[in-house]
């Protein structure tokens, strides 16, 4: 599943609110977005990453 896919999947979970800040912030904040997303639909746990710290 790529990460497209995931992303859709992530919004879907995490509710249109989501889906909408997504699309207010820019592209790089939303790949980091993506990450958590991703991370939280896989591990059921929220947390907050470093984009410098976690490529």
Request: hydrophobic share 40%.
């Amino acid at each position: 599943m790529d990460l497209e896919v995931r992303l859709e999947l992530g919004i879907l979970t995490l509710g249109p609110e989501v889906y909408k800040a997504l699309h207010e912030v820019s592209y790089f904040q939303t790949m980091n977005a993506a990450g958590v997303i991703r991370k939280t639909v896989e591990y059921g746990v929220t947390y907050e990453t470093n984009p410098e710290a976690n490529p």
